[in-house]
C-alpha cells in the first residue's frame, strides 16, 4: 500500500523508465484508442468501420499517421506563426503530464528497486490535473485565434467557454471526495477506498461499499457529466460542430503532424479523465469486488490489468455516449453547467460536510446552524420567487395588451405585415398549384 | 523567524533557481506592457503567472502555486484573451497600444516598487524561515486559514459576495430603477 511518504526515493533511471513506459503507453493507447473507438461505434451503427489497413482495420491509425507525417504541411498565410506552431504543443504537453500522478498499482520490485507503479505523487496531486487542463485551454484558444479564420476563432472561444465552465464543476465534485479521503493526493485516495467501513444503526452493523462512485454518488454523476464536457466529447461537442463551425478551432490545421498532436491531445485528455474518474470514484489500481476476495489481487503486477480493464471500460461508456446521443445546443450547455451542476454540486458538498461534522463532534450546533441556513436560504428564495412572478406577470400582461393594439392595426408594430387572411387558409387553393408525384 | 542569516555564497541551487525565475517574472512583466501586440501581451501575462508559481513551489508552497496556475493562469487570464477575442484581436503589430498616460504610470510604477522593496528590505532583511516539505499542502494552509485567519477569511468572502451581485446587479438590463 503506498503512501506519500514512499515517493520521491527512485533513482533517476527508474523514474525515466516510468516516464517512458507511461509515455509508450498512451501514445499507443491513442493508436488502438482511436481503432476501439471507430470498430465500437460502428457495430453499434450497424456497419463494419475500419476493415482493411492489417488484421481486424487494427492498423487503420498506424496507417492515418504515417499518413498525415507524409502529407505537405501547409501554413495558412497571414497567421501568427509561432502561436500556430506551439498551440497543438500547448495542448498536448499538459495532458500527457497530468498522467504522472495517475496511480497503477502497488509497491512493486522493478529491478531489484521496490518503487510504487506511478511517476510521482504530491500532497496537492488531484489539484496538478485540474491545473494541467487550465494550460490546455489555451493550446485551443490559441490554435483558434493564430489560424486567423472566423470558424476557428469561433470555435475556440466556445470551446474555452465551456472547458472553464465545467472545470468549476469538475472541481467542486471531488470535494467531497477529499472530504471522505481526508487528501489530495492520488495514492492515498486510492488507499483510502480499500476498505468501506462500517455503518453503526444501533447495534446492526452494515459494511458500507468502499468505491467513492458508490458512497458519493451525485458528485460521481455530476463527474461524469464534466468529464463528456471537459474533454469536449459528444454529447457536448460544440466546439467541433461541423455543421456550424466546418472543424472548430483546428479548421486549419488541415492535414499534418500538428493536426495529429491535435487529435492526440484530445485523446490524451480522454484517457487522462478516465484515468481521473478511476482513481477518485472506481476504487483505483484495486480489484472490483468478486476478484479482491482473492488474496494476491491488489498484490504484484496485477493492479496493472484491473486498471487496464477499469480504463477500457470508461473508455468504452465514452464511445457508447457518443454513439447514443445528439449534441446539445450551446445554451442549453452552459445552462447545465451554471444552472444545475454548480448550485447541485455546493448544495451537496454542504450536505457532505454536515455530515461528516455530525460525525465527528459538536453534533447539536452544526445542526442548529444548517436549520438557521437552510431556513435562511428559503426565506431568500420564497422572497424572490414572488418578486419573479410579479415581474412575469407584468410582461404577460404587457405583450397582452401589445396583441391587442396590434390586432387592429398590424401595421403599427413597425415591421411590414402580409395580409392576415388570404384564402388558402381556409383551405381554398389556386388551381395554379401542382401536387407533388403528379407530374 | 530571526534564524541565524545563512551565507550568501556561494548560493544554493534553490536561490539560484528562484532568482531566475524572479528574473522571468519582472522580464515577462515588462513585455506585458512594452509589446506591440495585443494578445501577445496576454500570453507574457501568463509566463509571469508561470514564474511566480514556480517561486512558490520553490518555497514548498505547493498549493499556493497550483492554485496560482488554476486560478490567474487558468481562469483570469483565459477571460482577459476571451475579452480580446471577443472585441479586438488582430493578429500582428498595433499602432495605437500606448496610452497618453506613459510617463505618468511609468513614474507610479517605479515608485511603488521602490516602497515595495524598500520596506521588504527594511523590515524582513535578517528575517529568515526554515524551508520544511510538506509545509505548503493543503492541510497546514487550510487550518491556519480556517483557525488563525478566519476573521479577514470571512470579510473578504463576503467583500468579494458583494462585488459578485453588484456585477450582476449592473449588468442586468431586465431589473429596473425603482
Known amino acids: 500500500m503506498p503512501s506519500l511518504n514512499d515517493f520521491g526515493h527512485d533513482p533517476l533511471w527508474i523514474s525515466i523508465i516510468k516516464a517512458v513506459v507511461i509515455f509508450v503507453f498512451l501514445v499507443l493507447a491513442v493508436l488502438f484508442g482511436v481503432w476501439t473507438e471507430r470498430k465500437l461505434i460502428s457495430r453499434m451503427q450497424h456497419r463494419y468501420g475500419p476493415n482493411r489497413a492489417g488484421k481486424f482495420g487494427l492498423l487503420q491509425s498506424v496507417a492515418d499517421g504515417l499518413k498525415m507525417g507524409l502529407k505537405e504541411d501547409l501554413t495558412p498565410s497571414g497567421v501568427d506563426k509561432v502561436l500556430y506552431l506551439v498551440a497543438p504543443l500547448i495542448l498536448v504537453v499538459p495532458a500527457f503530464i497530468s498522467y504522472s500522478i495517475i496511480p497503477f498499482g502497488p509497491v512493486v520490485s522493478m529491478f531489484g528497486v521496490k518503487t510504487p507503479l506511478q511517476l510521482t505523487d504530491l500532497p496537492v496531486a488531484v489539484l496538478l490535473v485540474l491545473a494541467m487542463a487550465s494550460l490546455g485551454v489555451y493550446g485551443i484558444v490559441l490554435a483558434g485565434w493564430a489560424s486567423r479564420s472566423p470558424y476557428a476563432i469561433l470555435g475556440g472561444l466556445r470551446s474555452t467557454a465551456q472547458v472553464i465552465s465545467y472545470e468549476i464543476a469538475m472541481g467542486l465534485s471531488f470535494v467531497a471526495v477529499f ?139 465514452f464511445v457508447w455516449v457518443r454513439a447514443a446521443l445528439p449534441r446539445v445546443r450551446y445554451d442549453q450547455l452552459m445552462a447545465l453547467g451554471w444552472k444545475v451542476l454548480i448550485p447541485l454540486n455546493l448544495v451537496w458538498i454542504l450536505l457532505v460536510a454536515t455530515f461528516r461534522a455530525l460525525r465527528v463532534d459538536k453534533g447539536p450546533v452544526v445542526f442548529t446552524m444548517l436549520a438557521i441556513i437552510v431556513i435562511g436560504a428559503l426565506a431568500v428564495y420564497f422572497y424572490f420567487d414572488t418578486a419573479n412572478q410579479r415581474r412575469r406577470e407584468a410582461r404577460a400582461q404587457e405583450i397582452q395588451q401589445d396583441f391587442e393594439t396590434l390586432a387592429d392595426a398590424p401595421a403599427l408594430g413597425g415591421f411590414p405585415v402580409p395580409p392576415l387572411d388570404l384564402p388558402h387558409y381556409h383551405g381554398v387553393h389556386s388551381s395554379k398549384e401542382v401536387t407533388s408525384g403528379s407530374n | 523567524m530571526n534564524f541565524a542569516s545563512p551565507a550568501f555564497w556561494p548560493p544554493t541551487t534553490q536561490e ?144 468579494l459576495l458583494a462585488a459578485l451581485i453588484g456585477a450582476i446587479v449592473l449588468s442586468r438590463t431586465d431589473i429596473r430603477g425603482r
Open chain 1, 179 to 317: 472530504l471522505y479521503a481526508g487528501t489530495l493526493s492520488t495514492s492515498e485516495i486510492v488507499a483510502k477506498q480499500a476498505g468501506g467501513g462500517t455503518l453503526d444503526i444501533g447495534s446492526l452493523t452494515i459494511p458500507m461499499p468502499s468505491w467513492y462512485a458508490i458512497q458519493l454518488i451525485p458528485s460521481f454523476l455530476i463527474y461524469v457529466l464534466t468529464m463528456l464536457g471537459e474533454t469536449n466529447r459528444v454529447p457536448f461537442d460544440l466546439p467541433e460542430g461541423e455543421g456550424e463551425l466546418v472543424a472548430g478551432f483546428h479548421t486549419e490545421y488541415s492535414s499534418s503532424l500538428k493536426f495529429a498532436l491535435i487529435m492526440m491531445a484530445e485523446y490524451v485528455n480522454v484517457f487522462v479523465v478516465s484515468g481521473l474518474s478511476i482513481t477518485l470514484f472506481l476504487g483505483g489500481w484495486r480489484a472490483p469486488w468478486p476478484i479482491s476476495l482473492w488474496d494476491g489481487a491488489n498484490h504484484g503486477w496485477w493492479p496493472l490489468l484491473w486498471f487496464f480493464i477499469k480504463l477500457v471500460i470508461v473508455f468504452g461508456f
Open chain 2, 16 to 159: 539560484i533557481v528562484f532568482l531566475l525565475l524572479g528574473v522571468i517574472a519582472v522580464g515577462s512583466a515588462v513585455l506585458v506592457v512594452t509589446t506591440r501586440q495585443l494578445v501577445h501581451a496576454a500570453l507574457w501575462l501568463v509566463v509571469s503567472f508561470g514564474a511566480l508559481a514556480g517561486g512558490y513551489l520553490v518555497l514548498t508552497a505547493e498549493f499556493v502555486a497550483w492554485v496560482q496556475i488554476l486560478i490567474y493562469v487558468g481562469a483570469i487570464v483565459v477571460l482577459l484573451l476571451f475579452g480580446i477575442m471577443l472585441t479586438r484581436a488582430p493578429i500582428g503589430r498595433s499602432a495605437d497600444l500606448d496610452s497618453g498616460n506613459q510617463i505618468a504610470a511609468l513614474v507610479v510604477g517605479v515608485a511603488t516598487a521602490g516602497v515595495l522593496v524598500s520596506v521588504l528590505v527594511a523590515g524582513f532583511r535578517h528575517a529568515y524561515m526554515p524551508l520544511t516539505p510538506g509545509a505548503g499542502a493543503a492541510k497546514p494552509l487550510g487550518s491556519s486559514i480556517f483557525r488563525t485567519w478566519v476573521l479577514p477569511f470571512e470579510a473578504l468572502s463576503v467583500l
